[in-house]
């Protein structure tokens, strides 16, 4: 017999004292999350309220019939009134599902209104709202309409920049939990650590920034048979265990010897022991090898030969248990890791007590073993000219535009920086396995200058040379051990990276030097290199992945900086409930990230140089119905930029379009700007461009052109 006994006195006195207790605090740039979500709960609770004592009246005058039913009422009530208390609880998002909905709320605001990255708090603080967002949504997909912001604001010139740097140092940064503070005592401790690994003369700071914090320091031969030589040496924030640091140098492993990339430089070559492989890596836990890898499958869904690669969908539905086996390995692996890795915090947490009291307590352990004393550092190749952020500033401050010559030599520079990322030179490049060419042939402009001031000829020589030609083809490019970057024959295409960069803004991308050698084509002996840095963030992207896979990279870039693969509305029409899902492999451009999302980074870079403002915030779609849509409204419709070469803004248009399969692909890139920086303007002479150079790029190494005969 079922039973009717139920005290109904407990549902009473639970829940008629809570009045406020679970409502959200408000405020904030994001809201709270109170408000409408707090009200239904309070009907929700005032509905249980109504249940509870028509049950007790029920129990009083002996109605098992309607005591039944007043059960099952009490507890619907109840799984109401605990969804309710559920929406507005303060709490950041739980599992996939919270996850998604939260992030397709954020980037709801950063669409409509420009908004920045909420915080933890405000996120927590948020929870009605962002679980309130429509999940999914219905109706038509309007992707064209523009978000809303005040005047004035979404396009802002950008000016000098503060130097944090040295207000850090100087401790003149507010400073309420110590951030700053732990910061300096990192800087002194890896300078003091690096200057006793060999003869380095510490210089300066130069940056910190969410990955790491970067010194200059300067390798000074010993015995003076080599010159002095400027590095950087970046290290992780909070420790030298450093995740984002190992990261980002296995991503500049695969951009090695690029031209257009910012170089490592080996330690063994600055007389430093070599860097152990750390053992202890955290593994991947959205990256497995449960489905078939593809390079680049925005060139082709076929694999090497030639069959079509199996999709997620066609392996859930019809090999689940092949799925599921692999899975289930690639999990006991991260099992494993993770098992060595608390292990080995235990062991360090035991290393440090033994140094505090003086190292009497007996070792248990090899030290060596677990790698107590690990250090993740990089060391790489100093740009002194600095990078394009401070340029924009110096354009700002001066209100000068930027040549159209230049412009197309940086773009030129940009998309071989795509290219290195898509098509590793280490891995494409003609001469990729030829010794690199001695100093012997080459003559920077450094040292063209110096023989000069020596009375000497800063001509290149005419006599015959022993060593390997330099004269540049157009699959064969080098210069010292450097390779230039080209796109590869179709039928080797397959076989590219997929390497996102998912951080391509102006701090980025540093200045070079000017190039200038034996048999070059002059490509940089008037216009210098730009390279590309900081591949923290950057991640080898495959296809046929699980929605989580494609759905946590969501969150990487900059406020500003977000392609529409990462911000379209299309999300939100989305309904994705399992994070080991097909649905985010077979999209078109939510979560399509690849060689197109470096593309359009570099486009919005090109674009900041041109209007010399912050990259829009919110992004503003074109309007016209008749062409696809783009991210390129201000440079094509504003007369002020009526001085920019018309073909630029049209290339800059359509990397800029909002479907990554519309973006030119990397060739045609290529073959425009090669032809771009052929073109003549009577405007803008060598002598105009040289003088431009060396007062708003090269002004902490200014450099003389008397010696250079440049064609044309």
């Not at 850090?168 to 005592?185: I, K, Q, S, V």
């Not at 519309?662 to 461009?689: F, H, S, T, W, Y």
């Amino acid at each position: 017999m079922e039973s009717t006994e139920f005290d109904a006195g407990i549902y009473s006195g639970t829940y008629a004292g809570e009045g406020g207790a679970a409502a959200a605090p408000g405020g904030g740039a994001w809201g709270g999350g109170g408000g409408a979500g707090r009200l239904l709960l309070n009907t929700q609770e005032d509905g249980l309220m109504r249940e509870v004592r028509l049950l007790a009246d029920a129990q009083r005058n002996g109605q098992p019939a309607q005591i039944r039913d007043g059960i099952q009422r009490v507890n619907e009530a109840l799984e109401r009134v605990g969804a309710g208390r559920n929406q507005v609880t303060p709490r950041r998002p739980r599992g996939f599902v919270e996850k998604f909905r939260q992030g397709n709320w954020r980037f709801a605001n950063y669409r409509e209104r420009g908004a920045g990255r909420p915080s933890r708090s405000e996120i927590k603080a948020a929870r009605a709202q962002w679980l309130a967002h429509p999940f999914p949504r219905s109706g038509p997909v309007d992707l064209r309409n523009p978000g809303v912001v005040e005047p004035g604001m979404r396009l802002r010139y950008r000016g000098a920049q503060k130097d944090q740097v040295k207000d850090l140092m100087e401790n003149t940064l507010p400073d309420e939990y110590g951030y700053f503070a732990n910061m300096r005592d990192r800087m002194r401790e890896a300078r003091t650590w690096f200057e006793e690994q060999g003869p380095f003369m510490y210089r300066k700071p130069l940056g910190f920034g969410g990955l790491g914090l970067t010194m200059q320091f300067t390798h000074v031969s010993p015995d003076g048979s080599e010159p002095s030589r400027d590095l950087v040496l970046k290290v992780g924030l909070g420790s030298w265990d450093a995740v984002d640091i190992r990261e980002e140098e296995r991503n500049a492993k695969i951009v090695a010897r690029a031209a257009h990339c910012i170089q490592m430089i080996n330690p063994v070559d600055l007389g430093m022991p070599a860097k152990e492989v750390f053992k202890f890596e955290e593994p991947e836990g959205l990256d497995s090898d449960d489905e078939s890898d593809s390079g680049d499958d925005n060139v082709s869904v076929a694999s090497k030969d030639g069959n079509p690669i199996i999709s997620r969908r066609f392996l859930m539905e019809n090999m689940p248990s092949l799925l599921a086996e692999k899975q289930e390995t690639h999990n006991e692996y991260i099992r494993n890791m993770n098992e060595q890795r608390e292990h080995r915090e235990r062991i360090k947490s035991e290393e440090m007590t033994r140094k505090r009291i003086g190292g009497a307590r007996e070792r248990i352990y090899d030290p060596n073993e677990w790698q107590l004393y690990h250090k993740d550092y990089i060391v790489m190749e100093l740009c002194e000219n600095g990078d394009l952020a401070s340029f924009l500033g110096r354009l700002n401050d001066k209100q000068v535009t930027v040549p159209n010559r230049v412009l197309w030599h940086f773009w030129l520079c940009l998309v071989k920086s795509c290219i290195a990322m898509q098509y590793p030179v280490k891995k494409f490049h003609a001469r990729r396995r030829e010794k690199a060419e001695t100093e012997d042939a080459l003559v920077s402009a450094t040292e063209a200058l110096n023989l000069q001031g020596q009375g000497g000829s800063a001509q290149p020589s005419t006599q015959p040379s022993t060593q390997p030609s330099t004269q540049p083809t157009r699959e064969g490019k080098v210069r010292g051990d450097e390779l230039f970057e080209y796109v590869p024959p179709q039928r080797r295409r397959w076989a590219g990276t997929n390497l996102v960069h998912f951080d391509i803004d102006p701090k980025n991308i540093f200045v070079g030097p000017l190039d200038v050698e034996r048999g070059d084509d002059h490509e940089h002996s008037l216009v210098p290199r730009l390279k590309l840095a900081d591949f923290g963030c950057a991640r080898k992207i495959r296809p046929q992945k699980r929605n989580a896979y494609y759905e946590e990279r969501r969150r990487f870039a900059k406020d500003g900086y977000f392609a529409p693969e990462q911000f379209t509305v299309e999300w939100d029409f989305l309904e994705l409930r399992d994070e080991m899902g097909p649905e985010l492999a077979e999209t078109q451009v939510a979560g399509r990230y690849g060689s197109p999302t470096n593309v359009w980074g570099v486009a919005l870079v090109l674009w900041q140089l041109i209007t010399r403002c912050y990259a829009p915030s919110p992004p503003i779609p074109s309007q016209d119905l008749t062409t696809p849509l783009h991210y390129c409204t201000d440079i094509l419709d504003d007369p002020k930029y009526d001085w920019v070469d018309p073909e630029l803004k049209t290339i800059l248009m359509e990397c800029m379009r909002h479907d990554p399969a519309q973006r030119p692909p990397l060739d045609q890139l290529l073959a425009q700007a090669e032809q771009g920086v052929q073109k003549e303007n009577g405007d803008e002479a060598d002598g105009v461009i040289r003088d431009f150079i060396n007062e708003m790029v090269c002004r902490r190494n200014r450099v003389s052109f008397d010696f250079l005969t440049i064609p044309g």
